[in-house]
């Protein structure tokens, strides 16, 4: 099993004629990224086929250009963190090869395929100043990762780096970095109503306005009306 093996199991089901609409889904700012026409719903049970391969084999197909060898490694990487039995050397080992190749994570599904269960998981024992810089990162992808990462705590009601990180984040000019702050501060606010009010009200005038609606969404119309929720741009 090795990363020839995933690229033909992918160029076996490629079809041309998907590629357009494939490609309406990478928003990367790579020029030399290709896309074979492979739908992500195939991607997936393609990388769940290969969930024992070797670091250095997923390396190497982060490696290629191709939109969806990229996806398929970046999936290998997010089945092989899912695993309860994992090893924490192991753990460790993603999360390395995750944040060494960050430069290949150039699209928002890459991060969100990932980021919660390779770099997440891995932090939930451990201190969390990786974020923060990742949060100051000239990368928008890596910003991206820093805020989508704690979906990890999210899902164990712990908000609060959530909600630090999207503050940071909050002037971020980057629109899948804003699309990032709307959606997992709306997650943290299932888990903490209060903590959401209190964000929003400290930073609804820096927000984006499409940041504002999705934070707010499951807000009731007296909690919106109270903050006054308005959007400087």
């Not at 290949?104 to 395929?113: P, Y």
Request: glycine share 4%; no cysteine; net charge positive.
């Amino acid at each position: 099993m090795n990363s020839g093996d995933v690229i033909a199991a992918l160029e076996e089901v490629a079809d041309p004629t998907k590629i357009e609409y494939v490609a309406k889904f990478f928003r990367g700012d790579d020029p030399d990224t290709q896309v074979m026409g492979v739908p992500m719903p195939k991607v997936f049970p393609i990388a769940k086929m290969f969930t024992a391969l070797a670091l250095s084999e997923i390396d190497a197909l982060l490696d290629d250009p191709r939109y969806e060898v990229r996806m398929a490694a970046v999936s290998v990487m997010d089945f092989q963190a899912r695993r309860k039995r994992l090893s924490g050397e192991d753990r460790k080992a993603l999360f390395d090869l995750y944040l060494r190749r960050h430069d290949r994570l150039n699209n928002w599904d890459f991060v969100d395929r990932a980021a919660p269960n390779v770099i997440g998981e891995y932090l939930l024992d451990k201190g969390r100043s990786v974020l923060d810089r990742m949060a100051r990162s000239e990368n928008p992808h890596e910003r991206r990762t820093a805020l989508v990462s704690t979906f990890a705590f999210i899902r164990r009601g712990d908000v609060s780096d959530t909600f630090r990180i999207a503050g940071l984040l909050a002037d971020d000019e980057d629109t899948y970095v804003q699309k990032a702050i709307g959606s997992w501060t709306r997650e943290a606010g299932k888990k903490d109503p209060a903590a959401l009010i209190a964000f929003l009200n400290e930073y609804k005038e820096r927000l984006s306005r499409a940041t504002i609606t999705a934070a707010s969404k499951h807000l009731t119309s007296k909690q919106k009306e109270a903050l006054g929720l308005k959007a400087k741009r």
